[in-house]
């Protein structure tokens, strides 16, 4: 006995119950049985395959004999056109030629044909040739050959090659006297092929079957029925049977029975003609199936079938693959069942070791505590490490447990599982293990020190801390440099603009051009930036608000129209028709659009660029959408194909491009997409142009929870007239804290016609709407004393206020700052830097229409 009072170590050795044995031999016998049963449907298969390809070699040589018949047909009758006049014994001679070719063909045979003034002296001269008692006849039903009645014409029975004694009796037979023959004879006049038609007992040979082609006067061969039965002279006929066509087929069958069906579908009865090659002292079984094969011949117009059966026997079956594969089986089960067996008692044995190693775990070198706890909470054993936890558990008696503890074991003991509890003792903690031996009623508990882990994992945490404040960090400074960037970059764009409005030099004109076009690209550039800091980051959240997405469309296109008229390319648009009112980020998706477009333009000299939308899918609330952009510009190499979606990736990085760009727009557009749930995939042809596709799902509106409430009197964008010859009678308030910004702002609105207030901050822009009447309010939103958002809650929260449109200015372009504006009560907003016409129009938007409709007067 150890120290944890467990007996010395035993083998252990599986035990198998009695129902487990009969199982096991159960199994055995199935799988005989199992294997037994697949080979022999794979033998059977094989004799099954083994009779339809000998069946087919048969079929084959039958059908390859039918064909020659139709060879020697043509020869005879050849034989007759090559001549003027064939005589008696030429025929005979040549068709004794043919028939030793062709044993399987009977006789050959000559029917001239023959007029009614002709039969006399036809009879004379062959009764003068040695035919003494020679005349025309013709056969009765019942086989009798009587005197031929009168007719018009008749086809004569002339030569038959070979005759033989008994069949002289045929010479003369008027074959158009017996019905089916005659039948024959007149489609084969007609048609110029071989027709068939049972003999009867005509030849004395058994069912026979005479073939008649027919013979025309001249020396080519009519091409109608008309000439066919002009011409017609007489004919050539075979003769035939099952038995002879059948013969000699010994060697195509092989060693199985088979037996063959020639029917004649002419013959009311048919007839059939058997062929065994083997006898019939093989031993069948009723259970062994019949193999069956059929195949119809169109023999000459008449349909013959060739039937093939074969009763499988036991000389089929290959018994000893039977035999073999049963015995295989069964000494691969057998061996399974060994290794099983052993592999159970080697885990037996593995767990005897692993239970051993885990008794002698309770040692005093052990450095982890190992404990043994009753169910009554009785401490029974623990090693010193184990003796410090049980200290710091406070036991107020002693050798017990708390009651926690003790309630924990009972537990374990209960569900006969371990479980595990964590405890600390000063700076380490531990992880303990109780295990239930539930047939003693005691568990033992393993302690593991996890206090490594457990710094490991706070580290962790506060690098993960660390982390997230510097990424907040990051945000708030990219929106405090986007906002302290967009201010001035305001000012100085619409300082450029407002003084190309003034009387310029064409000199001075130029430059001003050049300075907004640079501060554009400027502006362009650190979106740019922005946007890739924030998707690294992944502090790019997504707009949910509503948008016409057509309108998105118009916007992209309009931002590229002046490149497009400048190198007078062709814009092509394709857009179906289709609910444009959806549920996205509307702002995203014009940046994606506006990249694409401006890529296909920039990259393009002459030709077009086209821009394709297809609806893709419906669904119950949104739809899915295609855009594909195709230009003939420059295109891209195959080896930088699949690297420009990379971060800052240019087709040509030398220093003498042609092109200009950070190489972040199309690495920015395939993250817009991919975080708009979408795809983007893009193929190219050097100097032939590209394309780029991209597919989008978006929500459709069913509700105006997200819209804006337009004004009352506001009228659509789509009636105003150009912003040049817009002269707007209105009082519009200004709050913007910035001097440079308000002289823009202002000058931009007086130039249009408006009387402009301003105001500093919000609280001015209040006291301000006291003591005025204004029709429009622009605010900033971030301004000293009180923001633009306050002073707008705070305005909203008057009724008499509430039909003031107020337009947010913001230079800050960060996410969220629709809802923002939204919530605080606005009902647009306008992202510094803004251009005369950006502004004139948002204005025009929310006039109320007498106001507008003033103007216009």
Request: with cysteine; net charge negative; hydrophobic share 40%.
């Amino acid at each position: 006995m150890d120290i944890l009072g467990n007996t010395e170590r035993r083998p252990i050795q599986p035990g198998y119950s009695p129902q487990q044995l009969v199982l096991f031999w159960l199994l055995g016998i199935a799988i005989c049985l199992l294997t037994g049963l697949l080979t022999l449907k794979l033998s059977l298969s094989h004799s099954e395959e083994e009779f339809q390809t000998k069946a087919d070699i048969v079929y084959d040589e039958v059908t390859r004999r039918y064909s020659t018949l139709e060879a020697v047909l043509t020869s005879l009758a050849g034989f007759h056109h090559a001549s003027d006049h064939v005589s008696d014994v030429q025929f005979s001679t040549f068709a004794q030629e043919l028939l030793n070719a062709y044993p399987y063909i009977r006789h050959a045979i000559f029917l001239p044909k023959l007029d009614h003034d002709e039969r006399q002296e036809f009879e004379e001269e062959m009764q003068d040739r040695g035919y003494f008692q020679f005349s025309i006849r013709e056969m009765t039903r019942d086989g009798r050959f009587i005197q031929s009645e009168n007719r018009s014409e008749y086809l004569i029975l002339k030569v038959l090659e070979p005759l033989s004694p008994h069949m002289g009796s045929l010479l003369g037979l008027d074959v158009l006297s017996a019905p089916e023959l005659a039948k024959a004879v007149n489609e084969a006049s007609l048609t110029g092929r071989g027709i068939a038609s049972a003999a009867g007992n005509l030849t004395h040979t058994g069912e026979s079957v005479i073939i008649f082609k027919a013979v025309y006067q001249g020396r080519y061969t009519p091409t109608d029925e008309n000439e066919r039965l002009d011409m017609f002279n007489g004919a050539v006929a075979i003769v035939t049977d099952a038995e002879s066509l059948l013969s000699n087929l010994t060697p195509w069958i092989g060693n199985i029975g088979v037996t063959f069906n020639l029917v004649n579908s002419a013959s009311d009865e048919g007839r059939a003609y058997s062929l065994d090659s083997i006898n019939s002292t093989q031993v069948t079984l009723s259970t062994l199936p019949t193999l069956r094969y059929r195949r119809e011949i169109n023999f000459y117009g008449q349909t013959s079938e060739l039937a093939f059966t074969h009763e499988v026997s036991l000389a089929d079956i290959q018994s000893y693959w039977i035999l073999l594969t049963v015995i295989s089986s069964l000494i691969i089960y057998i061996a399974l069942l060994s290794t099983w067996h052993n592999l159970k008692a080697a885990r037996l044995h593995e767990q005897e070791l692993e239970g051993y190693a885990a008794r002698a775990a309770f040692s005093e070198e052990n450095t982890d505590p190992i404990m043994r706890i009753d169910h009554d909470g009785k401490l029974l054993y623990s090693n010193d490490p184990g003796q410090k936890i049980i200290e710091d558990w406070n036991t107020d008696i002693d050798g017990f447990v708390p009651q926690d503890i003790r309630e924990f074991v009972n537990n374990v003991l209960t569900i006969n599982q371990y479980q595990e509890k964590e405890t600390s003792i000063e700076a380490t903690h531990f992880t303990l293990r109780f295990v239930p031996r539930r047939d003693q009623n005691y568990v033992n508990v393993y302690g593991r020190d996890d206090t490594e882990q457990k710094q490991s994992e706070l580290a962790l945490i506060e690098a993960k801390q660390a982390a997230e404040a510097a990424n907040s960090a990051k945000s708030r400074f990219l929106a405090t440099i986007s906002h302290e960037v967009r201010t001035p970059m305001n000012g100085v764009l619409g300082m450029l603009e407002l003084l190309q409005k003034t009387p310029l030099s064409k000199k001075q004109h130029s430059f001003t051009e050049n300075a907004l076009r640079s501060g554009k690209s400027l502006l362009v550039l650190i979106n740019d930036i922005l946007d890739f800091s924030k998707i690294e980051s992944n502090n790019l959240k997504l707009e949910h608000a509503p948008f016409n997405i057509k309108d998105t469309i118009q916007d992209a296109l309009q931002i590229v129209a002046n490149d497009v008229k400048q190198k007078q390319l062709n814009l092509i648009t394709e857009i179906p028709d289709f609910n444009p009112l959806l549920i996205g980020d509307e702002q995203r998706l014009r940046q994606i659009l506006i990249n694409l477009i401006g890529n296909a333009v920039k990259f393009t000299e002459k030709g077009d660029v086209i821009v394709r939308v297809m609806k893709t899918a419906e669904y119950k609330t949104g739809i899915q959408l295609k855009f594909e952009f195709t230009d003939t510009g420059i295109g891209i190499t195959p080896q930088a194909l699949p690297h420009i979606f990379n971060d800052f990736t240019q087709q040509d990085d030398s220093t003498t491009r042609k092109f200009g760009g950070t190489g972040l727009g199309l690495a920015i557009t395939k993250q817009l997409v991919n975080l708009m749930g979408g795809e983007i995939f893009a193929e190219s042809t050097l100097n032939k142009g590209s394309s780029f596709w991209i597919t989008l799902q978006f929500e459709t509106q069913r509700t105006d929870q997200y819209r804006p409430v337009t004004h009352p009197d506001a009228i659509a964008p789509a009636n105003e007239p150009p912003h040049e010859q817009i002269v707007v009678n209105a009082r519009i308030l200004l709050a913007e804290d910035n001097s440079i910004n308000q002289e823009v702002a202002s000058a931009m609105l007086e130039s249009a016609g408006c009387e402009v207030v301003v105001v500093n901050n919000g609280q001015q822009a209040l006291l301000a709407l006291e003591n005025e009447r204004f029709d429009l309010v622009l605010m900033d939103c971030q301004m000293p004393v009180m923001d633009g958002f306050k002073a707008t809650k705070k305005l909203r929260q008057q009724a008499k206020y509430s039909h003031i449109p107020v337009i947010a200015l913001t230079a800050d372009i960060q996410q969220g700052i629709t809802q923002q504006c939204q919530l605080a009560g606005m009902d647009d907003y306008l992202s510094k830097p803004f251009t005369h016409d950006d502004l004139i129009e948002i204005v025009m938007r929310w006039l109320p229409k007498q106001v507008y409709q003033q103007a216009l007067t």
